[in-house]
């Protein structure tokens, strides 16, 4: 059973950046694609970015391309997602989690969640 844990969310002003990391337990991570998910109060979910299993293939929403980067070290297996200049509509929490192989924007494709993390873009 593949098991994660989201770190490094926080307060951030607008314009700042944070890392956020997802580190993973129970099995090898080197299987999986990697997507980060996040969702604001009254929004529904929404996909951020994705990684696949082999790390050679990259996706991100609109919203956030060129500003967020999505990273992988399986030999730590844990993924990363960097988010720099932060605005106000990046506040929500963020969810990573895992499927076979290759990436999707839907989060029904995905098996393991992991619990969130809150980050909060506010001046």
């Known amino acids: 059973q593949l098991q994660f844990v989201e770190s490094g969310g926080g307060l951030v002003q607008p314009g700042g950046s944070l890392r956020l990391a997802c580190a993973a337990s129970?099995?090898?991570?080197?299987?999986?694609?990697v997507g980060w998910f996040r969702q604001a109060p009254t929004k529904d979910r929404e996909w951020v970015s994705c990684?696949?299993?082999?790390?050679?293939?990259?996706y991100y929403a609109d919203s956030v391309k060129g500003r967020f980067t999505i990273s992988r070290d399986n030999a730590k297996n844990t993924v990363y997602l960097q988010m720099n200049s932060l605005k106000p509509e990046d506040s929500a929490v963020y969810y990573c989690?895992?499927?076979?192989?290759?990436?999707?924007?839907?989060?029904?494709?995905?098996?393991?969640w992991g619990q969130g993390t809150q980050a909060t873009v506010s001046s």
């Open positions: 129970g099995l090898a991570l080197d299987r999986y694609a």
């Open positions: 990684i696949s299993a082999s790390g050679g293939s990259t």
């Open positions: 989690a895992a499927k076979y192989y290759v990436c999707s924007s839907l989060g029904s494709a995905y098996n393991y």
